[in-house]
T-cell receptor, first 114, second 112 residues
Framework: DQQVKQNSPSLSVQEGRISILNCDYT??????FLWYKKYPAEGPTFLIS?????DKNEDGRFTVFLNKSAKHLSLHIVPSQPGDSAVYFC?????????????FGKGTKLSVKP | SQTIHQWPATLVQPVGSPLSLECTVE??????LYWYRQAAGRGLQLLFY??????ISSEVPQNLSASRPQDRQFILSSKKLLLSDSGFYLC???????????FGNGTRLTVT
């Protein structure tokens, strides 16, 4: 049973436009959410996170939105650049328990076309 | 700054052979350490985590084991590899408390 779902395996966007990557979760105990970016043959790189006490967090071109009632979060990249082409993973963590037990989605492959 | 080293980058091993993957972290003390695996077409699955020397927690039953002989060293092992052990293995670290995980570049393991 997937607790973190990224229902779009791939997304293609034109350079300069907005990329919106979506993520849904099922566990209401999750209270910390992260996005990672991964290039082929490399480990994931941390991008941005959000705590459940917030509904928006922004860092440069990257903004994460959290809708707790819908158990949904999204990552917006504006403007998209060809170097943003990578696989993006959504991850979530609950209170207590193992400190680093991040639950990951399966990823969405973003292609930004020049 | 903190860095994480993981090796080898790729490995091809026959079924039944042993495995040892090593991970070291520099620039931090008493980190939490993790081993994740990404199987083909799947997300990242936590295999083991450690909050201190000699302290290992396993998240899933499997053919693998982990050890932490030093504060900043984490080792993933197997006595006899199975075909199903093939995958992309990632070591990660985090500071104590609620902080992001930082991953190494991974090891692509192919069991033949």
């Amino acid at each position: 049973d997937q607790q973190v779902k990224q229902n779009s395996p791939s997304l293609s966007v034109q350079e300069g436009r907005i990329s919106i990557l979506n993520c849904d979760y099922t566990n209401s105990m999750f209270d910390y959410f992260l996005w990672y970016k991964k290039y082929p043959a490399e480990g994931p790189t941390f991008l941005i996170s959000i705590s459940s006490i917030k509904d928006k967090n922004e860092d440069g071109r990257f903004t994460v939105f959290l809708n707790k009632s819908a158990k949904h979060l999204s990552l917006h990249i504006v403007p998209s650049q060809p170097g943003d082409s990578a696989v993006y993973f959504c991850a979530a963590r609950g209170r207590g328990g193992s400190q680093g037990n991040l639950i990951f989605g399966k990823g969405t492959k973003l292609s930004v076309k020049p | 700054s903190q860095t994480i080293h993981q090796w080898p980058a790729t490995l091809v091993q026959p079924v039944g052979s042993p495995l040892s993957l090593e991970c070291t972290v520099e620039g931090t003390s008493n980190p939490n350490l993790y081993w994740y695996r990404q199987a083909a077409g799947r997300g990242l699955q936590l295999l083991f985590y450690s909050v201190g020397i000699g302290q290992i927690s396993s998240e899933v039953p499997q053919n693998l084991s982990a050890s932490r002989p030093q504060d900043r060293q984490f080792i993933l092992s197997s006595k006899k590899l199975l075909l199903s052990d093939s995958g992309f293995y990632l070591c990660a670290w985090s500071s104590q408390g609620r902080s992001p995980l930082h991953f190494g570049n991974g090891t692509r393991l192919t069991v033949t």
